[in-house]
């Protein structure tokens, strides 16, 4: 595992976590992402980039929900569940 985030490194990415998803479904999996990549964001930021057949690829970027938002919306499903 941190000979992967090593290499990566070495090789001028970042490893993320990214979402896949097709007509199949869906998998997740930790991935080396180039460091020029729209994926490559830091800190809180969330990107998702949608292969299209006219625009070809179109990406969309925006702060993620963070710390307090997460922890929030968390307590709240454990509310709904409990009731």
Do not use: C, H, W, Y
């Amino acid at each position: 595992m941190m000979e992967d985030v090593i290499e990566a490194k070495k090789n001028g990415n970042i490893i993320k976590l990214v979402v896949e998803v097709n007509q199949k479904g869906a998998k997740v999996e930790p991935t080396a992402v180039p460091l020029i990549s729209p994926l490559a964001v830091t800190g809180t930021l969330n990107v998702a980039v949608f292969d299209t057949d006219l625009s070809k690829d179109i990406t969309v970027m925006g702060r993620g929900a963070g710390q307090i938002e997460t922890a929030a919306a968390i307590m709240s499903d454990v509310f709904a569940i409990i009731r």
